[in-house]
């Protein structure tokens, strides 16, 4: 329930996407929200009222003149009521008018009279949104402080390919989320790692662990809706990127400290969620390795660099928040490896709790000593941890 207590108002303009507004309404709605939607006459053409009502539960407006309403003002009393406008699909048309405070029907005319945050999600034909006209009105929306979402790019209704599609219903609904969320980390820059890395025995077997990256892309989330900049390194994981961050994908160790040595010099922040190997098999078999009857091949390991004590060891680090995944002995082993590396803050989590799964238990461990956290789901304890972080960037001296 992300969204419990958020009044949105949703305006569907006139365009093929609008049927997706319909799954858009069931997925704010059970992320907690009310919402209440209002239509142009063009958007009744693809969907009509009785679908938004059925799952907004609330009356539809689709007229500027509605008698039913009170003094005929449907337009200043949604703009009253809302935490956020949201205009999904928000046509060529729609955007041109917004961008110029025309106010000739009631979405337009409730865009100009809000009194509230408001967030559009073009759709459109490729050659419509690339056309200098639409680009003008988008920047001049932008320059206004209006939230853009998307578009994608992709194959379009008319068979077109390119950038104009609506973003999907889910993705709009994690944007509205980030919306709502404090932006402690505005124009901080994130640096992390996430998932597991591959070390290749040969060309189809190699060492590896059971991080699925789930923490990582988390915390990558949090940092984003909470206003950074966020690039992530990831090992071999399935895990879609949240949008909005830079993802580079790695495959080993050596990679994963290349990547992230690369650019850590420029951060504010670098943490290292990776479960990186420690150790990589000293010689890579060309071909496949073959049984043969011969004995069982012993694989001779080197260790890998330790790219967290590296970024530390950074004449001017980023601060740099260490995991920490332990079967037994949590506290000490964490405390050992964060006095190793050199580092401010480490994450604890016991390996039966981290893995894998979409809840965890973490503890923090700093000078100041040891912080657990209520056991939450990932995305949930990626926002505290942000906070901690927000916390420490603004008082470096201060007592853990
Ligand atoms: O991906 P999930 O399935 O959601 O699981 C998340 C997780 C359990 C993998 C994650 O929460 C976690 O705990 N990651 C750290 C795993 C670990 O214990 O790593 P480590 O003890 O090997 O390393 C300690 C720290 O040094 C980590 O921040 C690690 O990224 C970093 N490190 C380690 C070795 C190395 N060569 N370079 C590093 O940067």
């Known amino acids: 329930m992300e969204l419990k207590g958020k009044r949105i ?29 209002a239509m142009t006459e063009a958007a009744t053409h693809f969907v009509t009222p009785t679908t938004f009502q059925a799952l907004s539960g609330n009356r539809v407006f689709t007229d500027q003149w509605d008698s039913g309403v009170a003094n005929s003002m449907a337009h200043i009393q949604l703009s009253r009521d809302a935490d956020v406008l949201l205009i999904a699909p928000a046509s060529a048309d ?37 056309n200098p006209a639409t680009q003008r009105n988008m920047a001049t929306l932008l320059g206004d402080n209006v939230t853009v979402l998307g578009p994608a790019s992709g194959e379009q209704a008319c068979g077109e390919i390119g950038d104009g599609r609506m973003l999907e219903p889910e993705e709009i609904l994690a944007e509205v989320i980030a919306h709502f969320q404090p932006k402690l980390l505005k124009g901080r820059s994130v640096l992390m790692t996430a998932g597991p890395t591959f070390e290749a025995i040969d060309p189809v077997r190699g060492i590896t662990n059971l991080s699925s990256g789930k923490m990582g892309f ?6 984003r809706e909470a206003g950074a900049n966020v690039t992530l390194v990831c090992g071999p994981v399935s895990q879609p990127t949240p949008r909005g961050i830079t993802r580079i994908d790695v495959t080993s160790a050596l990679e994963m400290h290349a990547e992230v040595l690369k650019r850590a010099a420029n951060q ?30 012993v694989i001779e390991l080197v260790q890998n660099p ?46 039966q709790d981290g893995f894998g799964g979409d809840d965890n238990t973490l503890i923090l461990f700093d000078d100041g000593g040891q912080q657990p956290l209520t056991p939450a789901p990932k995305l949930e304890l990626a926002r505290q941890l942000t906070a901690r972080i927000a916390f420490l960037l603004e008082n470096p001296n201060a007592p853990h």
């Open 94 to 130: 729609f955007l041109a008018k917004a961008a110029n405070g025309i106010a000739d029907n009631l979405l337009t005319t409730l865009t100009l009279a809000r009194d509230c945050p408001l967030l559009v999600a073009p759709a459109m034909n490729r050659q419509m949104w690339t």
């Open 306 to 351: 330790d790219i967290l004590a590296d970024v530390a060891a950074l004449p001017q680090p980023p601060l740099c928040v260490g995991f920490a995944a332990e079967t037994q002995n949590l506290a000490e082993y964490a405390e050992k490896k964060r006095r190793a590396k050199k580092i401010p803050l480490i994450v604890g989590n016991l390996i």
């Open 268 to 297: 504010d922040v670098f943490i290292g969620v990776a479960a990186v190997a420690d150790y990589r098999p000293k010689i890579v078999a060309g071909q496949k390795t073959k049984k043969d009857g011969a004995p069982p091949p």
């Open 9 to 37: 108002a949703l305006g569907v303009t006139g365009g093929i996407a609008a049927y997706k507004a319909a799954e858009l309404v069931r997925l704010l709605v059970k992320q907690g929200a009310s919402v209440q939607v």
């Open 218 to 223: 988390a915390i990558a989330r949090a940092a």
